[in-house]
């Protein structure tokens, strides 16, 4: 297999990885997973992916930079690329962590049962940039009295009643696969 080849495959099975939950899971907490991510994993999160870019930039990619002779436009060249290059490292390290949380939650460990019948209190809609509309529920969750955001797959109005039996996983976390 060729360099190219090899980083196709790389970047669809990171794809598919980041995608698996969003496909195979119909009901997961989005927030709760966030919390954790922005309470235990987001300093390391950070260090790795700038001091990563900055090595890999300077052994690899700096060799492709365009020939100039002024100082100044060299650093602010390497300067831009590493942060740039950092900011985009996070991202894909930020959804490989995020979807991690998720399936680990489903599939790892016992998962309780539980029956979710409450009012819906507000309704989230958007877009995603490939057009696809987004879907998320707040209520209170009956579990521990908190507001909980859902994502869903379907529209919802503010007043209805949410009516699921959905399942506690390993990170505490509400989720559904049907």
């Given at each position: 297999?060729?360099?190219?080849?090899?980083?196709?495959?790389?970047?669809?099975?990171?794809?598919?990885?980041?995608?698996?939950?969003?496909?195979?899971?119909?009901?997961?907490?989005?927030?709760?997973?966030?919390?954790?991510?922005?309470?235990?994993?987001?300093?390391?999160?950070?260090?790795?992916?700038?001091?990563?870019?900055?090595?890999?930039?300077?052994?690899?990619?700096?060799k492709y930079n365009p020939p100039t002779n002024s100082k100044a436009k060299k650093i602010t060249q390497d300067f831009f690329n590493v942060f740039l290059g950092?900011?985009?490292?996070?991202?894909?390290?930020?959804?490989?962590?995020?979807?991690?949380?998720?399936?680990?939650?489903?599939?790892?460990?016992?998962?309780?049962?539980?029956?979710?019948?409450?009012?819906?209190?507000?309704?989230?809609?958007?877009?995603?940039?490939?057009?696809?509309?987004?879907?998320?529920?707040?209520?209170?969750?009956?579990?521990?009295?908190?507001?909980?955001?859902?994502?869903?797959?379907?529209?919802?109005?503010?007043?209805?009643?949410?009516?699921?039996?959905?399942?506690?996983?390993?990170w505490n976390q509400l989720y559904s696969k049907n």
């Amino acid at each position: 297999m060729n360099s190219k080849t090899k980083y196709v495959l790389i970047i669809l099975g990171i794809a598919i990885f980041i995608a698996f939950p969003f496909f195979n899971i119909k009901y997961f907490e989005i927030g709760t997973s966030l919390k954790i991510i922005y309470k235990y994993l987001l300093i390391p999160l950070i260090i790795v992916s700038f001091l990563g870019m900055t090595i890999c930039y300077l052994k690899f990619l700096k060799k492709y930079n365009p020939p100039t002779n002024s100082k100044a436009k060299k650093i602010t060249q390497d300067f831009f690329n590493v942060f740039l290059g950092g900011i985009s490292v996070g991202l894909v390290l930020l959804g490989i962590i995020l979807s991690t949380i998720i399936t680990t939650n489903a599939y790892l460990g016992t998962s309780k049962n539980i029956e979710i019948n409450t009012e819906i209190l507000n309704y989230i809609t958007g877009k995603t940039k490939f057009g696809r509309t987004t879907h998320q529920i707040e209520f209170i969750n009956p579990n521990d009295g908190q507001m909980l955001r859902l994502e869903v797959y379907k529209k919802y109005n503010v007043g209805d009643i949410f009516k699921k039996e959905m399942k506690i996983g390993y990170w505490n976390q509400l989720y559904s696969k049907n």
